[in-house]
């Protein structure tokens, strides 16, 4: 299993411009998260989906969008860059039941705005 | 609001010592915890979780230890390697519909060889 993937790695945006961030998990998970990840912080939860065709705000949702049309993937849009939104985004998922929570991440999308 | 933050922000241990990293939480709620490990440029990666009905739980080379009077979890890593550099964050799994996770700002593990 590959677990969660997620394109691109690197990105740089300018100002007003608009990308998408791909994510996808071959785990058969129902949860997915997107979060963001400052430097020097902690990650704040931006959406999450508890399934296909559900999706829900998390902490941080100002700016973005996302659309959860298959289990496997959660694409998160976001469609006039800030220079605010520069981070790194982390795509996570679980199976959200059961004896564990635990959320397996991918390795990141490093965003940078100008 | 509910939060969950880190006592130290940075740590610096020798080689071969033990290390403990702490984390209070806020919400007296709270049922789930989970540490994580992130080392540079990755995601964060499992280490262990544990649940409000218990005090500690062991696993390999590491032990959490909660003690939900005074909020309060512990992460102690037993005989610290070079590769348990990284930062390290304690996270609180909302158990609603969501089980989301509230992340704390993290703590970073420095090993002196």
């Known amino acids: 299993n590959a677990g969660v993937t997620q394109t691109p790695k690197f990105r740089i945006l300018k100002i007003g411009q608009s990308m998408t961030l791909q994510c996808t998990q071959d785990m058969n998970h129902n949860y997915m998260y997107w979060y963001r990840q400052d430097p020097g912080m902690g990650l704040k939860l931006i959406y999450y989906?508890?399934?296909?065709?559900?999706?829900d705000k998390g902490e941080v949702p100002n700016g973005y969008n996302v659309s959860r049309s298959t289990t496997e993937d959660f694409p998160l849009r976001l469609e006039l860059a800030a220079p605010s939104q520069t981070s790194v985004y982390f795509c996570?998922?679980?199976?959200?039941?059961?004896?564990?929570?635990?959320?397996?991440f991918g390795p990141g999308t490093r965003l940078t705005v100008t | 609001g509910e939060s969950v933050g880190l006592h130290l922000p940075t740590l610096s241990v020798q080689e071969g010592d033990n290390s403990i990293i702490n984390c209070a939480y806020s919400n007296s709620a709270s049922d789930y915890f989970i540490w994580y490990k992130q080392e540079s440029g990755k995601g964060p990666q499992f280490i262990i979780d544990?649940?409000?009905?218990?005090d500690k739980r062991q696993g390999q080379r590491v032990t959490v230890l909660l003690n939900k009077t005074v909020k309060h979890l512990s992460l102690q890593i037993a005989a610290t390697q070079p590769g348990d550099s990284a930062v390290y964050f304690c996270?609180?799994?909302?158990?609603?519909?969501?089980?989301?996770?509230?992340f704390g700002s993290g703590t970073r593990l420095l090993v002196r060889p």
């Open positions: 544990i649940r409000s009905n218990m």
């Open positions: 996570a998922s679980s199976q959200g039941t059961g004896s564990s929570y635990e959320q397996y």
């Open positions: 989906s508890v399934g296909a065709g559900i999706t």
């Open positions: 996270a609180d799994v909302r158990m609603d519909s969501s089980y989301k996770l509230i």
